[in-house]
């Protein structure tokens, strides 16, 4: 899958999921300084990508606002060593969710999923 990771996302991540075979770049990519959400949100959309981030504001920015989005993966609680491993099992179980617009906020041992419909 194509992926936007958000700045507070570990190069581990980075080197993690392009072992595991996903088309993944970095804000660090793009953009020397943060440009701010709606721009990074809406390179993700542009491209097609999945955005990762740990950042509650995209959620808010996609729901309240109705910013469109490719879909979002919000990671909660984790360490920089354990972001890749719950990234990889949320794209397995939820890849087609995310790719139709879903919203999917997750830690160790819990998952939210708001689908595009909500």
């Known amino acids: 899958m194509k992926l936007l990771l958000d700045t507070c996302i570990s190069n581990k991540a980075r080197s993690?999921?392009?072992k595991a075979g996903h088309d993944v770049v970095s804000t660090k990519d793009y953009w020397e300084e943060d440009p701010g959400d709606e721009e990074i949100m809406a390179r993700a959309y542009g491209e097609s990508r999945i955005l990762v981030t740990?950042?509650?504001d995209f959620g808010e920015l996609a729901v309240v606002y109705d910013r469109p989005h490719a879909g979002i993966i919000r990671l909660?609680?984790?360490s920089a060593t354990q972001?890749?491993?719950v990234c990889i099992r949320v794209l397995e179980r939820y890849g087609e969710e995310l790719q139709a617009g879903a919203?999917?906020?997750?830690?160790l041992n819990r998952v939210?999923?708001?689908?595009?419909e909500n």
Not at 103 to 107: E, K, P, S, Y
Not at 112 to 116: F, L, Q, T, V, Y
């Open 76 to 78: 909660v609680n984790l």
């Open 112 to 116: 939210r999923i708001r689908s595009p």
């Open 83 to 85: 972001q890749a491993a």
């Open 16 to 18: 993690e999921l392009g």
């Open 103 to 107: 919203i999917v906020t997750a830690g």
């Open 54 to 56: 740990l950042d509650k």
